[in-house]
């Protein structure tokens, strides 16, 4: 009878144990109420943040933490302008745009109390050009003189063109000049990062919270791995006294709907969401949308002698209803296309791009793409359209694009392609080696230029998968590169984009947007078109 | 008996080495590269990356190198997550999985005896049929549609326990259900057949004429003879789960294990890939391993045939 007797009484207890734990929930439940006068922001990422060292740093949940807890020489403001961070006041410009002299701001600290230095600055940005580190963003610092050498191991760090002269002073020289590159330093792979500290852990440098220093409003005190990080104000900050948040919790949740139902039960008080969500609160005041600097098109392979045709990659584009499109396979404050740069984006002379280049994009017409398909299969000396494939991402949103890109072409021009959604990474091999007829491609701005979008084009860039080669377009991006006059360069880009429109090597789909929710208690939480997602320095709840 | 361990342990080495070496060979097969950021990589910046990670070797080298690694307990460095070493990330991942793995089995086990004994007992009345009804709907219904359904019911529209999240034990209770619904229908089933057989045999008819109480009869000669199939497959199920967690994690949002294995074949992370293989492919060798030498004390003919051959 004994075991019996144990028998019960263990299922007894346990059954016992799960009402506890029942009771339990209701009052976590019940308790999680948006913050109050704690000044505490519950937030959440998408993923783990790949890494918290600056230079290594390659995705926007990490920046997101990073800019938190660290900062530039200047950080964005409201409007994308860029505002005096750690930096004293707005860059000396001279040379024709190329050199830089930036002041440092006094009592800026480290969060071990030491003070934050030129130096410290010069020692990141070398860091980040060694191919040791292994630095995706890389790139940018090779903007700078002597930078793209050292990146690819044929020179050596001293020929880099940064320097602290003291200890306040940091000058450094761009092979070409950059109009943007002011609010660019906002970027972390810009950040200072000290010596000392970085090679006393080594290769574990930034893997944990104990192993990181902070300048930044916010310090990481706590970090469990693929789980949540705890942000505390930090008293060390220059500027703590417009920090009005005591403590962010950034849970990592990566599921849109897990993401909307603790928004709902009042976990988190901010949720990026998706499509199926926004309908149930497009009219609510939580409701946010921010536009981001990233297009969606399709690369029409030159190599394929049907799209070698300009008139039939017209008819391609012409075909798609963007708008339509926008709205069915996205729905999430998505914008349909009227050129190839995104709404939003600076032209590098103070103004928007497309107020500068206008809606170039031609009108959906399905009539006028009938004849120019007719027109080009003529001038191709072909009968008709070959069976095309049409490549994408296994992602849901990508199948569901491919397919209705696909109707459309069916439907307007009466022409057959076959759909093949394939892994992210097989894409983008596939893009790269140009191993694809049609491909629908993503691109997101690195920074907030239109030649972040238009480079890709030229004929050498590593990124023009639709083996487009026009000689006059090459010509006006790279007058636009050297061009130190923000107007000139800003109207040679407006006249590349154009040319882009008279021969169509992409079609574009989408200007694509996130939808937020944020509780209406949780104030000016800054949303960013590119790089990080969030700015929280100025957040508060109220 | 000490040569038949040592032979099953060989052969245990043996399987371990060929898993390694399939996931080796299958993954270099895989397209593209494991750089975390790949969409933004110039040519050029893809070759130095994969210098100095050291992909520009040969693949023979590659594999010689990995298993001198291995062999030094080194895992690597995670491509995806550049500062955390393969072994780190199991270290910090895996107690989440594994404790959400118990957590469903203790449910598992005591929802789905309940459910078979109040099947086998009311053998053929509505009660059997609800119980039954309710293990079918529990195989039928995948974690991905019963996850989000209880998160929306429980945890937002009744607001009773956490929809996500992994603070409390509160948040352990909705994901271990979830997780234990598939769990409940087999032990359910397997337990009700089990009464049954044992319910109609001599031995309970003697006991009856002997003028034993229901209750007595059930607790002392039914129960305990009738579990012990359950106990048998409750290792196997243990470490199923356990190593199964994965969409239940995605979608409570629980800093498991099994999230890091689909992203790290999603982007190609060789190091995590390998490492999570060899973890998992361990797990499940060393439980084999042990449940072949219990059976090899508990039947002896089961360790003289194997020792024969």
């Known amino acids: 009878m004994t075991n019996a007797k144990r028998f019960i009484a263990g299922i007894s207890t346990t059954v016992l144990l799960a009402g506890l734990l029942t009771g339990c929930g209701g009052n976590t439940a019940q308790s999680g109420s948006a913050g109050n006068s704690k000044q505490l922001l519950k937030m959440t990422l998408l993923a783990e943040p790949q890494a918290l060292d600056t230079s290594v740093a390659n995705a926007a949940v990490s920046f997101d933490i990073l800019n938190a807890i660290n900062e530039g020489l200047y950080r964005l403001g409201a409007n994308g302008e860029p505002i005096p961070a750690l930096a004293a006041s707005m860059p000396v410009i001279t040379n024709e745009g190329k050199t830089y002299t930036i002041k440092l701001r006094d009592n800026i600290k480290w969060s071990d109390d030491s003070p934050v230095t030129a130096k410290d600055f010069e020692y990141a940005w070398k860091r980040t050009l060694d191919p040791k580190t292994k630095a995706d963003y890389a790139f940018m610092v090779a903007w700078i003189k002597g930078g793209d050498a050292f990146m690819n191991g044929k020179g050596s760090a001293d020929q880099v063109q940064v320097k602290a002269i003291d200890d306040k002073t940091l000058t450094f020289t761009l092979e070409n000049p950059i109009p943007f590159m002011t609010a660019q330093l906002s970027f972390p792979v810009f950040f200072a990062e000290k010596q000392e500290f970085v090679e006393k852990y080594g290769d574990k440098y930034a893997a944990d919270a104990d192993k990181l220093l902070f300048d930044g409003p916010f310090q990481l005190s706590k970090w469990d791995h693929e789980q949540s990080l705890t942000l505390v104000k930090n008293d060390k900050y220059w500027d703590k006294d417009n920090v009005k948040l005591n403590e962010v919790d950034v849970q990592i949740a990566s599921d849109n709907n897990t993401l909307a139902n603790l928004y709902q039960s009042n976990a988190i008080d901010v949720a990026r969401i998706t499509r199926d969500q926004v309908d149930q609160w497009k009219a609510k005041p939580d409701y946010q949308i921010s536009p981001q600097l990233y297009i969606t098109y399709v690369e029409m392979n030159e190599a394929v002698p049907a799209l070698k045709n300009d008139k039939i990659r017209q008819a391609l584009a012409l075909s798609i209803d963007r708008s339509n499109l926008v709205d069915i396979v996205f729905h999430d404050g998505s914008q349909a296309p009227t050129g190839f740069v995104p709404n939003g984006t600076m032209d590098g002379n103070n103004k928007e791009f497309r107020k500068d280049a206008g809606d170039v994009l031609p009108k959906y017409d399905p009539a006028q793409a009938k004849t120019l398909l007719a027109q080009g299969l003529k001038e191709a000396g072909l009968t008709s359209f070959p069976t095309l494939k049409f490549t994408g991402d296994d992602t849901e949103d990508g199948k569901k694009a491919l397919e209705f890109i696909q109707g459309q072409w069916k439907q307007n021009l009466g022409i057959d392609v076959t759909v093949e959604s394939i892994p992210h990474k097989l894409r983008i091999e596939h893009g790269q080696t140009h191993q694809f007829d049609l491909l629908l491609f993503n691109w997101g701005a690195d920074y907030n230029d239109p030649m972040t979008f238009l480079d890709c084009h030229e004929s050498t860039s590593s990124f023009n998968e639709s083996q487009f080669k026009d000689p006059e377009y090459d010509q006006l991006i790279e007058k636009a590169k050297a061009e130190p006059d923000g107007a000139k360069r800003a109207q040679y880009l407006v006249d590349a984009e154009k040319i882009l429109v008279a021969k169509m090597p992409v079609a574009p789909v989408n200007f694509r947007a996130y939808s937020y929710l944020v509780k209406p208690n949780a104030k000016n939480i800054l949303f960013f078109p590119y790089g990080s997602e969030w700015d929280l320095k100025n957040a508060s709840v109220e | ?309």
């Open chain 2, 1 to 309: 008996m000490y040569r038949f361990i040592l032979r099953r342990f060989c052969y245990m080495l043996i399987t371990f080495w060929m898993i390694v070496t399939v996931t080796f060979v299958l993954m270099h097969n895989l397209p593209g590269d494991p750089f975390a950021n790949s969409e933004k990589l110039s040519t050029q910046q893809r070759a130095l990356l994969a210098k100095e990670y050291g992909l520009d070797q040969p693949i023979s080298v590659q594999y010689k190198d990995y298993l001198i690694n291995i062999a030094k307990g080194d895992l690597g460095v995670s491509f995806a997550y550049p500062t955390r070493r393969v072994t780190e990330i199991i270290k910090q991942s895996f107690p989440a999985s594994a404790e959400l793995g118990i957590e469903s089995i203790i449910f598992s086990v005591l929802i789905g005896l309940i459910l078979g004994i109040t099947a086998a007992l009311k053998h053929n009345k509505s009660w059997d049929y609800g119980a039954m009804f309710i293990a079918i709907v529990g195989v039928s219904i995948p974690s991905f549609v019963l996850g989000p359904i209880l998160q929306y019911l429980v945890g937002v529209k009744w607001g009773i326990l956490p929809a996500a999240l992994w603070d409390g034990p509160a948040n352990r209770v909705l994901p271990a259900l979830t997780l234990s619904f598939m769990t409940i229908a087999i032990t359910a089933r397997m337990m009700r057949t089990s009464m049954l057989d044992v319910l109609h045999s001599d031995y309970i008819k003697t006991a009856r004429s002997k003028g034993l109480s229901q209750f007595s009869i059930i607790l002392k000669h039914t129960l305990r003879n009738a579990i012990l199939p359950i106990v048998t497959v409750l290792g196997p199920i243990t470490v199923n789960v356990i190593t199964g967690t994965l969409v239940v994690e995605q979608i409570f949002a629980i800093p498991g294990l099994g999230k890091y294995f689909v992203q790290a074949v999603y982007s190609n992370d060789y190091t995590l890939i390998m490492g999570l293989t060899i973890f998992y492919s361990l797990l499940l060798i060393v439980v084999m391993f042990l449940t072949d030498i219990a059976y090899g004390f508990i039947d002896p003919r089961i360790r003289l045939a194997k020792g024969r051959n």
